[in-house]
């Protein structure tokens, strides 16, 4: 339900966004949870909910309180996640990230353990009360962030792929409380898994370092990055498909302008100039653009649901 960052919500990723020492209290607790990471993904639930799956609904149904439990739980779990990504990657980060460390050096490691477990239990323990389905999901995505963050990123596409499936999730989340049936939602799941998807892999080349230190057998590891990067860009390949038939069918069958313009100029053309920079890209500071530029990519992607409207 969450990913190095928002992802598309996005992209929302576990590993990616560090964490700082600097600070007080409050400025360390939002670090370790990424809170600018968990403000967009409340964004992108509220989006797929008002936009997507409720365009004609008055605000009042919008924000019902089952809703706003839905976005609790959703958030606990992704705050949870981050924290036990940040406990299990103290030594990692050390390296990759010397000067954004919390975990350890802010706030004692017990204590992000237990908030973690706290935080995780409530997301379950919510989705539970709102339906047996959700309960599940949230099970599932908080022992899929457990087993991410202390084993599966380590492994070469798994913990990838593990991490663009709870973007899609979140995604997906208000759809699975509605059930309504609308089609557009799954459209923006899959974009959310692809771009996550890519961003991970991309973070995975810019993070070689410490995981060669660690014994991380992560995807650049395994097969080197030239080969890497031509995974990448068959996942980026199969994104540009699917938004250059989102913007067709904006333009062209829906008569959607607003939305096919915003689609054109704003998420296919980046995600273009993203596939050209890749093919160049072949330093550290190169791909930490570009995990950058796919982060607002998909910030992109998400404000485009307000064209649905």
Not at 167 to 184: D, H, I, K, W, Y
């Amino acid at each position: 339900m969450l990913a190095r960052s928002p992802s598309f919500a996005a992209g929302i990723s576990a590993r990616g966004a560090g964490s700082g020492a600097g600070g007080g209290g409050w400025q360390q607790l939002a670090r370790l949870v990424r809170l600018p990471n968990l403000l967009i993904m409340g964004l992108c639930l509220l989006l797929v909910r008002a936009c997507l799956l409720l365009p004609a609904a008055p605000w009042r149904q919008v924000l019902a309180p089952g809703f706003g439990l839905l976005l609790l739980a959703a958030l606990c779990i992704g705050a949870a996640g981050y924290i036990i990504n940040d406990y299990y990657d103290v030594k990692i980060d050390a390296i990759n990230r010397p000067g954004r460390l919390v975990v350890g050096h802010g706030i004692n490691r017990r204590h992000a353990m237990l908030a973690h477990l706290v935080l995780s239990g409530l997301g379950v323990a919510i989705g539970g009360l709102l339906s047996p389905l959700l309960g599940l999901v949230n099970l599932g995505s908080a022992l899929l962030l457990w087993g991410y963050s202390a084993r599966f990123k380590r492994v070469a596409l798994v913990g990838n792929v593990s991490i663009a499936t709870l973007t899609a999730a979140l995604v997906l989340l208000p759809e699975l409380q509605l059930n309504t049936g609308r089609s557009a939602v799954w459209g923006y799941a899959l974009a959310a898994f692809l771009l996550t998807l890519v961003r991970e892999i991309v973070k995975d080349v810019e993070d070689m370092r410490g995981d060669a230190q660690h014994e991380c057998r992560t995807l650049p590891l395994v097969w080197g990055v030239p080969r890497t990067k031509w995974v990448a860009g068959f996942f980026l390949a199969c994104l540009l498909l699917l938004v250059a038939g989102a913007v067709f069918n904006a333009l062209f069958m829906s008569h959607r302008y607003g939305l096919g313009l915003w689609l054109l100029v704003l998420v296919l053309a980046p995600l273009l100039a993203l596939a050209a920079a890749l093919r160049r890209a072949d330093q550290r500071r190169h791909f930490a653009q570009l995990s950058i530029w796919c982060k607002a990519i998909m910030l992109a992607g998400v404000l485009s649901m307000v064209g649905l409207v």
